[in-house]
């Protein structure tokens, strides 16, 4: 596999002889307002593409995958320039409903499609936050990749270290996994994405794992950066098994 990290937690994987796209955020640098009662008032996205738009959409890809509807993870942007027939997937027959309305033709729930060509997929579910702040969030969703000749995937998308988390790794045993991390947090109330413990802790149920960082230094509120979380990881001695990739980065597994 071969997993490119664009932006945020848009990122491009070449599976199983396929390539889907994950959670496009589109948008140019500041193009959006801040995300509202955080401790960081700047437009978002707080970094540009390392991308062309157009050459990105360029791509052919097999599937869109969209696990939740925030707009850092399907915006305007992407909106407008991913093709209208696009095969586009998404965590639940209420969002598929929602992107149908953005003009989008061919559009399913995940737990409606099992497999693209020989690749299986599988819906995992995920807790975006605690408390009054996490039911706000709304559901999210992660997915699984499997294929014969490939090592198992699991994209975990929006979620903080909890039983969800824990169930998918026990269930699905992947050898890569996809976090985003960030901490993304609000002036009130627990972080949102992983932080720093919640990564280790996700190391810790699965060691044999090579664990992915997505979601970083993209969106006004995640105060996580690259050069903390690596310090971090340095310290505990775990960067043979924990990546950081840069905006652009590819990283093949």
Not at 142 to 148: D, N
Request: proline residues 5%.
């Amino acid at each position: 596999m071969q997993i490119r990290q664009i932006r945020n937690a848009t990122i491009v994987l070449e599976y199983g002889g396929l390539t889907f796209l994950i959670d496009p955020y589109l948008g140019e640098k500041g193009a959006y307002p801040p995300v509202r009662n955080t401790a960081n008032p700047v437009n978002n996205p707080t970094v540009g593409l390392p991308v062309a738009v157009e050459d990105l959409v360029a791509t052919k890809f097999d599937a869109v995958i969209i696990t939740h509807l925030h707009p850092d993870h399907f915006d305007a942007a992407a909106i407008k320039a991913l093709p209208k027939d696009a095969n586009v997937i998404a965590q639940s027959d209420e969002d598929a409903e929602t992107i149908r309305k953005e003009g989008f033709v061919s559009v399913q729930a995940i737990d409606r499609v099992s497999r693209i060509g020989d690749v299986r997929l599988a819906r995992t579910r995920g807790q975006h936050g605690t408390g009054e702040i996490g039911r706000l969030m709304g559901k999210v969703s992660g997915v699984v990749f499997e294929h014969p000749d490939e090592k198992t995937l699991y994209v975990a998308g929006d979620t903080i270290w909890c039983g969800d988390v824990e169930e998918a790794i026990l269930a699905h045993r992947p050898e890569v996994i996809v976090v985003n991390g960030g901490s993304a947090q609000f002036l009130q109330g627990d972080p949102i994405t992983m932080g720093k413990e919640d990564i280790r802790r996700t190391h810790s149920a699965a060691p044999q794992a090579t664990i992915i960082v997505s979601h970083m230094e993209a969106v006004n509120h995640c105060f996580l950066s690259r050069r903390e979380l690596t310090g971090f990881i340095e310290e505990m001695g775990l960067a043979a098994h924990i990546l950081v990739p840069a905006d652009g980065e590819t990283i093949i597994r």
